[in-house]
């Protein structure tokens, strides 16, 4: 059974910075490319950031490039998003998923991120 686990939102200022995690079990995570996606408030869920399953290639959405890094730890079947210089904008909860340009599980229960004075 495919479980991914986020954790590390809160509630940060504008600028500050936040590191999501997420726990992925149930499949080879090793061989998949692994991704984040946020969803806003009233909008659709957007990919955010995709990691490459071993060679560490990567892709971001233009409105986080220079801001996020994406990388993850195949010992530890972890992803991580690190999050600098966040804005109000990016305001969302945030999901992790296998797959490098479209979702391949069910998404997990998600963490939220509020980028707030």
């Known amino acids: 059974q495919v479980q991914l686990v986020e954790s590390g939102g809160g509630l940060v200022q504008p600028g500050g910075s936040l590191r999501l995690s997420c726990a992925a079990s149930?499949?080879?995570?090793?061989?998949?490319?692994m991704s984040w996606y946020r969803q806003a408030p009233g909008k659709e869920r957007e990919l955010v950031a995709a990691?490459?399953?071993?060679?560490?290639?990567?892709n971001y959405a233009d409105p986080v490039k220079g801001r996020f890094t994406i990388s993850r730890d195949n010992a530890k079947n972890t992803v991580y998003l690190q999050m600098n210089r966040l804005k109000p904008e990016d305001t969302a909860a945030y999901y992790c998923?296998?797959?490098?340009?479209?979702?391949?599980?069910?998404w997990g229960q998600g963490t939220q991120v509020t980028v707030s004075s």
């Open positions: 998923n296998a797959g490098y340009s479209r979702p391949l599980h069910s």
């Open positions: 990691v490459s399953s071993t060679s560490g290639r990567t």
């Open positions: 149930g499949f080879v995570f090793s061989s998949f490319a």
